[in-house]
């Protein structure tokens, strides 16, 4: 006799499409936003899956949680976890993997590309070349990265694998958490303002949601200051985006490079006018080495659930933590 494949809703298309086909050929896949009306979708068929798979960019709601009465687990692609309800997966009782330490090496790459191109202007020269402005004058000069003081919000993987990049720059590095990281060879800043106050450029690896929204505001932005430099490679929602525009536009910060927004793929309009910003589409992890990981973190969470009843990487807040 042959076993019926488990049944899982697929909240929708993932970011690595041979991951879709990878679920689709091991298991009894259904995509919710492929439904004619998912929300008729969820009421008739809601009761038959005990397992999602999203990502951290699609997140899962409360509506979707609700309508799942037999939920036990969630295997989301990405590291992020603000954009699963968290409240409505705990009183689930639905436990939550993740795929976190596969992408660290990218992300803090792109951090420090970001980095590199802020304060040096690449993409600003690479317009300046292309308009054909090099004939007319010179482009100018820009600020040396090497040796400067880097300041990291939130020193957790992604941010510890920043600092050692850091230290082929030569670079002074200090941090700031909720709590010092045990052993960390850095300095620690008591607050977020104290270590924009301190640092020549910092970046941004803190974890998203409500707990970090809008932390670095204006006046963490007043305190980095008119030579200062800032970097997000975390959530949009850590910046005051506004506030950045702002300080950009009036030059109360030197320059920043963002990977992230608050109203993704929507940053706001007055970042895209300005050449002291670099803007990348949210692309940190976008390389096929750490893509094809976290894919193979995601079905091995979702098997490993189904076989064991544990995950091998479990979000923190985690209904079995």
């Given at each position: 006799?042959?076993?019926?494949?488990?049944?899982?809703?697929?909240?929708?298309?993932?970011?690595?499409?041979?991951?879709?086909?990878?679920?689709?050929?091991?298991?009894?896949?259904?995509?919710?936003?492929q439904q004619a009306d998912p929300q008729r979708f969820l009421a008739e068929h809601g009761a038959?899956?005990?397992?999602?798979?999203?990502?951290?960019?699609?997140?899962?709601?409360?509506?979707?949680?609700?309508?799942?009465?037999?939920?036990?687990?969630?295997?989301?692609?990405?590291?992020?976890?603000?954009?699963?309800?968290?409240?409505?997966?705990?009183?689930?009782?639905?436990?939550?993997?993740?795929?976190?330490?596969?992408?660290?090496?990218?992300?803090?790459?792109?951090?420090?590309?970001?980095?590199?191109?802020?304060?040096?202007?690449?993409?600003?020269?690479?317009?300046?070349?292309?308009?054909?402005?090099?004939?007319?004058?010179?482009?100018?000069?820009?600020?040396?990265?090497?040796?400067?003081?880097?300041?990291?919000?939130?020193?957790?993987?992604?941010?510890?694998?920043?600092?050692?990049?850091?230290?082929?720059?030569?670079?002074?590095?200090?941090?700031?958490?909720?709590?010092?990281?045990?052993?960390?060879?850095?300095?620690?800043?008591?607050?977020?303002?104290?270590?924009?106050?301190?640092?020549?450029?910092?970046?941004?690896?803190?974890?998203?949601?409500?707990?970090?929204?809008?932390?670095?505001?204006?006046?963490?932005?007043?305190?980095?200051?008119?030579?200062?430099?800032?970097?997000?490679?975390?959530?949009?929602?850590?910046?005051?985006?506004?506030?950045?525009?702002?300080?950009?536009?009036?030059?109360?910060?030197?320059?920043?490079?963002?990977?992230?927004?608050?109203?993704?793929?929507?940053?706001?309009?007055?970042?895209?006018?300005?050449?002291?910003?670099?803007?990348?589409?949210?692309?940190?992890?976008?390389?096929?080495?750490?893509?094809?990981?976290?894919?193979?973190?995601?079905?091995?969470?979702?098997?490993?659930?189904?076989?064991?009843?544990?995950?091998?990487?479990?979000?923190?807040?985690?209904?079995?933590?």
């Amino acid at each position: 006799m042959t076993l019926s494949r488990p049944r899982v809703l697929q909240y929708g298309k993932m970011p690595l499409s041979q991951l879709d086909a990878e679920l689709a050929q091991a298991y009894d896949v259904h995509i919710l936003s492929q439904q004619a009306d998912p929300q008729r979708f969820l009421a008739e068929h809601g009761a038959q899956f005990e397992y999602v798979v999203t990502s951290a960019a699609m997140g899962l709601p409360a509506h979707v949680v609700d309508a799942l009465p037999n939920l036990k687990f969630v295997s989301s692609f990405g590291v992020g976890f603000d954009a699963l309800d968290k409240d409505a997966l705990l009183h689930r009782g639905a436990r939550v993997g993740y795929t976190p330490g596969v992408l660290d090496d990218c992300v803090a790459d792109l951090a420090f590309a970001l980095l590199l191109d802020a304060t040096r202007g690449l993409s600003e020269s690479d317009r300046f070349v292309r308009r054909g402005n090099w004939s007319q004058g010179r482009f100018g000069i820009r600020t040396r990265a090497s040796g400067k003081r880097l300041g990291i919000f939130g020193m957790g993987r992604i941010g510890s694998t920043v600092a050692r990049r850091a230290s082929g720059f030569d670079m002074e590095v200090a941090y700031h958490n909720r709590r010092p990281v045990e052993g960390s060879p850095h300095q620690y800043q008591p607050s977020l303002l104290e270590l924009a106050g301190w640092a020549d450029i910092l970046v941004i690896t803190a974890a998203g949601g409500e707990g970090t929204r809008h932390l670095v505001n204006a006046e963490v932005l007043a305190a980095l200051g008119p030579q200062g430099f800032l970097v997000n490679v975390a959530r949009g929602s850590v910046v005051d985006e506004a506030a950045l525009a702002d300080a950009l536009t009036n030059h109360r910060i030197a320059g920043a490079g963002l990977d992230v927004f608050e109203d993704e793929p929507r940053p706001l309009p007055a970042l895209l006018a300005l050449d002291n910003v670099v803007l990348a589409p949210h692309i940190a992890s976008g390389t096929h080495e750490t893509r094809r990981a976290m894919a193979d973190l995601v079905l091995h969470n979702l098997q490993q659930y189904i076989t064991t009843g544990r995950p091998a990487a479990e979000v923190p807040w985690s209904a079995a933590q």
